[in-house]
Each structure stands twice: as C-alpha cells, then as structure tokens.
C-alpha cells in the first residue's frame, strides 16, 4: 500500500539510477578539483565529463566478481571512459563518494520532508481557526476535567509541527556535509582543496574532521528528527482514535462513498488510517535506533552501519513522507460534530466546574482542605448518579455560608474557562 501511494519525488530519489548518478557527480567533481591542481589535464577532465556514464545491470555484473559496489562502479564508468578512466577514483576511498552522495540524497528528501510539514501546518491552522471557538471538554486521564476548544487542540498540534519544521530544517543543516579525506580522513593521498571544491560545488560543507566516513552522530539527530515528527502524527493519530470511539464521537475521519470498515460487520466506520499512522511511527523510532547504534564503530571504520542505512535512509525518508501526505488528507476532511461536543460537556451534571467553586470558597476565606472536602463531597454525590452538581451544592448548608445563589451561578459560567482563548491563539499564529 505505501508503496502505490509514495510520491514519484521521494521514491526517484532513491532510485538505484539516482543513487549512482549522484556517486557520478562526486567523482567527476573531483576530476575537476584534481585539474584545478593541475595533477589532471583539463582535457582529460572534459572527456571524462563526455563520456562518463554506466548501465546499473553493467555494475551489478561487475559487482558479482569483485564483491564491491564502489570499484564494480568505478569500473563500469571507466569501460566507457576509456584511456582517461584512469584518472577516475585518484586518492579516494569509497565511503568518500558513498558518504558525500548520500547526504546529497539526505538533502534532496529534506527538501520534500519540509515542504510536506509545512503544508500539513497551513491544513491544521486553517482547522484551529474553523474551530477556534467549537466549545468540548478537554480530559485528564481519559476523564472530564474543564472545558475548551477544539481549536486549540488544533493549534496545540500546529505548534508541535513549528517545532518539528525547526527540528527538520536543523537536521538538513547537520547533514548536509561531505567528505573527500581518503582511507582514514588524513589527507594523505588527496589535499583538503579537493573536499572543499567538492563539497562547493555539492552545496555541501566540509567536515570539520572525519575518519573514513562522516561520523554517525549526524545521521542519528537526523533519523532520530524523522522520528520525532512521526510521533507528532502518531499522538495526532491517537487523538483523533480516540474521539472517534462510539462512546464519544466527537470527530472522525472521512468515509468516503463505496469504502468499507469491516468485512463482518456493514456498520463499521474505522479510523483506519490513524492506526495505520501509529504502526508506522513504531517503525521510524526502530530505524532512529539502529541509527543511535550506528554510531560507534571499530577504530576509523567498519561497514556494520552500511547495510543499516541502506535500508533506514529510503524507509524512513518515504515513510515519513507518505505519512504527512496521509495526515494532510486526514485533517483537512475531518469530520468534526460540536453538537455532539456540546452533549458530552455535560454528562458530567456540571461537574467539571468543581474547581471554579472550590477557588470561589477559598476566596471567601475557607481553607483549601475544608473547602475541597465540601466540593468533593457533593461531587462525588453526582459522580454515583444523584442529582445535579448546582442542585447539590446549593442545598448544601456550608456551601449557603458563603456563596449566595448567584454567586454560585457565576461558577457555571462556561466562558469563564475560554476568556483567553484569544490570547492563546495570538500566541501560537501570530497573526497568521
């Protein structure tokens, strides 16, 4: 399924093709560095450039032999290169062109990941804004607790997004660096003027120092980002499970004409793509683990963390993607039902204006201990089903002490919970 639905963008980018074409550009911009220095003639730099090319099946051939993607590559090139093709690969390692190519690829999917989030922003902002005033109860534990609004369950979950666009955007920054060092990132076979022509010309930055390879913290705060959002979507996701109960049925996803929840049972109407959500995060936080572990390696290097990335970079770039795109959707045609909001407000007979009564009696001088014990007391009365939370109370001798009827009324004054709902917006948009 996600793979009908990932976007040609992100699934290209990690394209064997792509892939290849992209260790193409490390090598034949090194060419180029290597003529700078003089140590290549231009001329041969340019018929590099002219006939540099390859066939993925004519890899995989060479690749059967020599049990070495990067040589099986090189050489594939230089078949078609010719005489020149020598000068293919000189000083490098391997992990020179794999490591600068594969944060090329990080990139460009950053570059999606972070058009997706913002769009997904844009969808939530304009939903908080529609519903900035559609009153429910906000829950503690699962249970009623006081009152607000829909919309600012929006724009809390807009704000943890700007959070994630700030987190990405960091992480696009601390990958976005290259390396041409040689075997152990000394420089001893190619001068640091090399890496830092590459690295130009890929919009890269040079590693401040390297082993053999880019050191695998960086890959972990960007695995460890991807993550991060997917958990974002997945306490999105539960929020949305949840109001969708049948107890509750506050909010749903769309069902849209001839879509089918159960193939038992004609009534069901599932928050399939939520759950689906939450099973993928699981995956991204297991790929941000393995790239946690990643990090140490033997001495200046090992290829332990290669086969890991081979799989985790495609897998949690075009999840991650596929996710916010389904998020996108999700949110922009939820079914949302204030009426129903409305309703659920009040099963608790009032209840969940206990503490404006408990801080209006210690205003009037009682002590918080007795003047809980008095509130809970009648409270717990209408949690076991007796009568209205104001009927009790203002029957209760202690509560007519200090509180005239209409002071008591004034408790259950539902704006009184939602004065700053204004405020917290402001906050939040500012102006958006």
């Not at 409305?342 to 210690?362: A, H």
């Not at 209409?406 to 917006?425: G, P, R």
Request: charged share 25%; proline share 3%.
């Amino acid at each position: 399924m996600i793979e009908r639905y990932t976007l040609p963008q992100m699934g290209k980018i990690w394209e064997r093709e792509n892939l290849f074409n992209a260790w193409l550009k490390i090598e034949i911009w090194s060419c180029e560095a290597w003529a700078q220095l003089g140590r290549i003639p231009q001329g041969a730099v340019e018929e590099i450039k002219r006939k540099a090319r390859f066939t993925v099946s004519r890899i995989d051939e060479i690749e059967q032999e020599v049990k070495h993607d990067v040589i099986a590559f090189v050489t594939a090139v230089a078949e078609n290169v010719g005489e020149m093709g020598h000068y293919l690969h000189m000083g490098l390692t391997s992990s020179d062109v794999l490591d600068s190519s594969l944060a090329l690829l990080l990139v460009e999917a950053t570059d999606i990941l972070l058009q997706d989030v913002k769009e997904l922003m844009d969808i939530l902002a304009q939903k908080a804004h529609e519903h900035k005033s559609t009153v429910m109860i906000g829950r503690s534990h699962g249970i009623h607790a006081e009152p607000i609004t829909f919309g600012l369950k929006l724009a809390l979950w807009y704000e943890e997004m700007k959070r994630n666009l700030q987190r990405l955007e960091k992480a696009k920054e601390t990958i976005a660096v290259g390396k041409i060092s040689g075997a152990v990132g000394t420089f001893a076979n190619v001068p640091p003027e090399i890496e830092a022509y590459v690295c130009k010309k890929a919009g890269l930055k040079p590693a401040p120092l390297s082993t053999q390879i880019i050191q695998r913290d960086r890959h972990a705060e960007f695995f460890s980002t991807l993550a991060i959002i997917g958990a974002g979507i997945e306490k999105m996701a539960v929020e949305i499970r949840h109001l969708q109960r049948t107890e509750v049925l506050e909010a749903e996803e769309v069902f849209t004409k001839g879509q089918k929840g159960s193939s038992a049972m004609p009534h069901k109407r599932n928050p399939v793509v939520s759950e689906q959500m939450c099973g993928l995060a699981r995956l991204l936080r297991s790929n941000a683990m393995a790239s946690l572990e990643n990090v140490a390696l033997w001495h200046e290097r090992d290829i332990s963390h290669s086969s890991v990335e081979r799989i985790i970079a495609p897998d949690s770039t075009i999840l991650l993607n596929y996710m916010l795109n389904k998020m996108k959707k999700l949110i922009k045609n939820l079914l949302v039902y204030p009426e129903r909001m409305k309703k659920n407000l009040w099963l608790t007979k009032g209840l969940i204006f206990s503490q404006r009564v408990l801080l209006e009696l210690i205003a009037k001088g009682i002590s918080r201990e007795d003047a809980y014990q008095v509130v809970q007391r009648n409270a717990m009365k209408t949690w076991q089903g007796e009568e209205e939370f104001f009927d009790l109370l203002q029957k209760d001798s202690d509560i007519q002490k200090y509180l005239s009827k209409e002071e008591l009324s004034a408790c259950f004054d539902l704006s009184y919970h939602l004065k700053y709902v204004d405020t917290l917006f402001d906050r939040v948009f500012k102006g958006k």
